[in-house]
């Protein structure tokens, strides 16, 4: 089903957007070897796709051979790392969606899971874009240093196995520069970086690809697999930056690695440093 929607821009003008619905019918046709692999919902509206992965959802269901996707037109309580809001605007403005992946592994070891949800979005995003568009560690995707794209990552089970990743993904299509203004910090979307009307639903079974083929890897593996590929991909790689910390702390250096786990290395005046994911923020220094 097709939508016009009108979009209230900068200095009051109107972009007219069609827009291509959500529908779980046409996201298994763009992915028809894959087609019997997922249990894709899609809701009209709901407060965040997320915690009904975790809240809700009938978890007699969760052992059984599907991978359950949820998808929403809107979200109105969509959120990002440390319970940051994640703004959708209204209809059509972004694709939120989320997926729920069980691991014969514990929850211990699980680290870099985040960072490999990265390597999904750039390969995908690229694809349908250009190659200008890399990863921010831990987990922002950036086209031109602004934000195109996020991840949440909220683990539930063992410490020895099994566990459940609910992984939740956003990115911008066609944000109004009303929803821009709202978020403090520089922000992009697909329809401005490619000047196209992308459907969702072929960009969705994409990612529903990719996330299958990258997650079973990363089961076997772990993000050691990944770790060149994620470095390829860094746009603060090798830059000066700050890294800031709760309760006003925070640390300069220039980024040089990333280790197995998933921590980021960075050359400070104390040498050679390495730091967990947790609640840390990566700014380019003095910005």
Known sequence: MLLYISCLRKFDSFDVIKINLLNRNKILEFIPCYSKIFNIKIFNIIDS???????KFDKSEYNNNLIVVAASE???????RENR???????????TFSILWRFEKGVSSL????LVIGIVLVRVLRS??????YLKWPNDILHDNSKLAGILVELRGKIHG??????????NFHLPFSIKSHIQQKVTDLFQCTGKVHDRNEILGALLVQLYIVLSDFEKY????FKNEWMSYHAYQGKNVTLLFPHNKSVV????????DGSICLITPNGKQSYNTGNISMRLKNN
């Open 49 to 55: 796709t997320n915690n009904y992965l975790l809240n």
């Open 74 to 80: 809107i979200q109105f309580n969509g959120r990002g």
């Open 85 to 95: 809001k994640w703004y959708g605007g209204t209809l059509g403005n972004t694709l």
């Open 111 to 114: 680290s870099g899971l985040s």
């Open 128 to 133: 349908f874009s250009d190659s200008n568009i």
């Open 162 to 171: 099994p566990s459940f990743a609910v992984i939740g993904i956003g990115i």
């Open 222 to 225: 772990g993000f050691s697999y």
């Open 253 to 260: 250096g220039v980024v040089d690695d990333v280790n197995d």
